[in-house]
């Protein structure tokens, strides 16, 4: 098939691409590079020895977007184009509608004029809000506590409208738990723009010692250790979980909702030491307040993806860390 890749050269969309290049697809490769490289692109054509087509095009940009439908024949489209730093996105709320909301509007009329249907959305577990008691289901309620959340919340909503509007779409939301993790060649991982906002990246910089220690935001939660749980899911698990999804919406329509996650919750602590375990080395840490908008446990119900996918994370925290070090360590100023 031919898939258009929007945010192709983020983490996870390459990791995705690399997949689909293995399936055998043709991909044609969007990326404004706003918060990522080519490079990372060019070495999935390396370790895949298959070339994509790449355009450096920005979604807000319309004209270019519809002029690649007119010239190319897409039975699919992978949307991971946006912007997903929480704190960011109360500073600069409108660049967050913009791009989050506004691109991805973009994105769904050229597909409609050019007769292509079928939409795999990155969508995400924040969605959830702090106000869902675990094990997360799909249908539980959605309440976003940031601009960023409210961006993953409306484009859902926008996409489920257009489905109930025109059953010719097959619309896949995947929300995504806590992506972690690299290919295991070590050639492609995480390449967090300033300071990492998530944990694994943070710790993996201050295990190649470019940042003297982790601060952990609270150790006074409900937890067995006090500090937060998250379900730490592996990149190649979670692209893996794209292909499955994509395979779905070739035989369906409608929108789904899927949670792409292990159904396994881990404390700070615990990703602290079993990332010290995978670098071999002490990684110092200190237990500093909250961050505010945490919430103590977040984790998936991962069974529906399992029942409608046949899909499910294969990969464990030990592998995660194992992976993440070594692009860490190989790569430890990023691309
Ligand atoms: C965060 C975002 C979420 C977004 C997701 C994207 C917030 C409040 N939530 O989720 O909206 O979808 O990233 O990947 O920003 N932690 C530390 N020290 C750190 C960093 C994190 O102790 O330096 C802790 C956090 O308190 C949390 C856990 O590690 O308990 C995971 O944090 P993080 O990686 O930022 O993910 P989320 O908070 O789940």
């Given at each position: 098939m031919k898939i258009l890749?929007?945010?192709?050269?983020g983490y996870i969309g390459s990791h995705t691409t690399l997949l689909l290049l293995e399936a055998g697809h043709d991909v044609v490769a969007l990326d404004n590079l706003a918060n990522s490289k080519y490079e990372s692109l060019r070495r999935v054509q390396e370790i895949t020895?298959?070339?994509?087509?790449?355009?450096?095009?920005?979604?807000?940009?319309?004209?270019?977007?519809?002029e690649i439908f007119a010239r190319e024949n897409f039975d699919a489209v992978l949307h991971f184009a946006g912007l997903k730093a929480v704190g960011e996105s109360f500073v600069e709320p409108l660049r967050y509608y913009q791009n989050n909301v506004a691109g991805t509007l973009n994105l769904v009329q050229s597909m409609a004029k050019h007769g292509v249907y079928k939409l795999v959305f990155s969508s995400s577990a924040?969605?959830?809000?702090?106000?869902g008691t675990v094990p997360l289901v799909e249908n539980s309620p959605m309440a976003a506590v940031n601009p960023y959340g409210r961006t993953k919340i409306q484009v859902e909503e926008i996409l489920g409208d257009l489905s109930a509007a025109d059953p010719r779409w097959s619309i896949a939301l995947l929300r995504y738990f806590n992506p972690a993790g690299a290919h295991p060649s070590g050639l492609i991982g995480e390449d967090p723009e300033g300071a990492p906002n998530n944990l694994v990246p943070f710790v993996a910089q201050v295990a190649v010692g470019q940042r003297p220690r982790v601060v952990v935001f609270g150790a006074d939660y409900e937890t067995d250790d006090g500090t937060g749980v998250r379900d730490y899911i592996h990149v190649m698990d979670l692209a893996?979980?794209?292909?499955?999804a994509l395979g779905h919406l070739m035989t369906s329509t409608g929108a789904?909702?899927?949670?792409?996650?292990?159904?396994?919750?881990?404390?700070?602590?615990?990703v602290i030491d079993e990332f010290s375990k995978a670098?071999?080395?002490?990684?110092v840490y200190e237990i500093a307040p909250r961050r505010q908008g945490d919430v103590a446990v977040s984790y998936a119900d991962p069974s529906a993806a399992r029942a409608d996918l046949g899909w499910s994370a294969e990969r464990d925290l030990k592998q995660m860390c194992q992976d993440h070090w070594r692009w860490q360590r190989t790569n430890p100023q990023g691309y």
């Open positions: 890749v929007t945010g192709a050269a020895q298959k070339s994509i087509s790449f355009r450096q095009i920005d979604l807000l940009d319309d004209f270019s977007l519809d924040t969605v959830y809000g702090a106000s893996e979980g794209h292909i499955a789904y909702r899927w949670n792409l996650g292990t159904g396994r919750g881990a404390s700070v602590l615990e670098a071999g080395k002490t990684i």
